[in-house]
């Protein structure tokens, strides 16, 4: 678990297991879909039902479920779920919380998302570029490993 921003930490999900959960004073986003986002909704399809009102992302007090999965192609990861998470990071630090945004590993997801967090919100991050952005992070966060498709995501959203 590394801090990248003053109570901004990504890691992966053994830290929220073994150091988070049941933490007073923490905030989560629960970046992977399995087994949180799964457990929660209880589906036992292979992915959440569509219809469900709650099948992008669902909020539980200082908890966030995001029905995202690694993948290569950007069009899969939902803008609406990236903007809920980027909103859901800023309300919990401005509430005066400790935020972990952590997916499975810890290489992709949650790193990005954070990412994203820092670029909007902070001066961490430069502006000039994606590649100096990613660079800038990389240092931040060194087990940061994009996925094709967040790449992507980055880098369709770059102007946002």
């Not at 989560?28 to 949180?36: D, L, Q, R, S, T």
């Not at 590649?131 to 966060?141: E, I, N, P, V």
Request: charged content about 20%; some cysteine; overall charge positive.
């Amino acid at each position: 678990m590394t801090e990248v921003f003053p109570c901004l930490f990504v890691g992966h999900q053994g830290d929220y297991e073994c150091h988070v959960a049941g933490q007073r004073g923490w905030a989560v986003v629960h970046a992977c879909k399995e087994p949180y986002h799964r457990r929660l909704l209880g589906y036992t399809t292979k992915g959440a039902p569509k219809g469900h009102p709650e099948y992008l992302y669902a909020v539980r007090g200082d908890r966030l479920y995001l029905n995202l999965v690694d993948v290569a192609d950007p069009a899969y990861i939902q803008k609406e779920l990236v903007e809920a998470a980027i909103g859901f990071i800023h309300e919990k630090l401005t509430a005066g919380r400790k935020v972990l945004v952590h997916c499975n590993q810890g290489e992709s997801r949650g790193p990005g998302i954070a990412l994203l967090y820092l670029l909007r919100h902070t001066r961490v991050l430069p502006k000039t570029s994606l590649a100096d952005a990613l660079g800038t992070f990389q240092r931040l966060y060194p087990a940061f490993r994009p996925s094709p498709g967040i790449v992507g995501y980055l880098a369709a959203h770059w102007d946002d």
